[in-house]
């Protein structure tokens, strides 16, 4: 029985909407993506984040939560072990950590597994 319900679980994780976070898997097409975003007013949300990281796997509903309540905000999850320097460029040293960017300029920045601080700044600088 236990192993149907997990079969279950992940079939009603796939049949969810698709997700509203960008995720990049390169350092080139990242930097395209932050260049254009300095052209926009729109709040940019990065969670950087690892694979093997618990505090980062106890907020990942917590930032799809926030991305489906948030859709003028852009949130992008970036693994630190994928892009290790974009992650150096942005000073990056625990996780999970969030960095809050408005026109290419960082305006916050979360360390933790912080789900109200987080909700709060977003908030805050959503427009």
Not at 61 to 83: G, H, Q, R
Not at 87 to 98: E, G, I, L, N, S
């Amino acid at each position: 029985m236990g192993a149907n319900f997990s079969n279950l679980e992940s079939v009603v994780e796939k049949s969810t909407q698709p997700s509203q976070i960008l995720t990049f898997h390169s350092t080139a097409k990242w930097k395209a993506h932050f260049e254009a975003s300095k052209e926009t007013n729109k709040l940019m949300v990065i969670d950087f984040t690892a694979t093997w990281c618990r505090p980062c796997k106890y907020m990942d509903p917590i930032v799809k939560e926030l991305a489906a309540k948030y859709k003028d905000v852009e949130f992008i999850k970036i693994d630190v072990d994928e892009l290790m320097e974009v992650a150096r460029a942005f000073q990056v040293q625990t996780m999970p950590t969030f960095i809050l960017i408005k026109k290419g300029n960082v305006v916050e920045r979360v360390v933790g597994a912080k789900k109200e601080e987080l909700q709060k700044l977003v908030e805050k600088h959503k427009n």
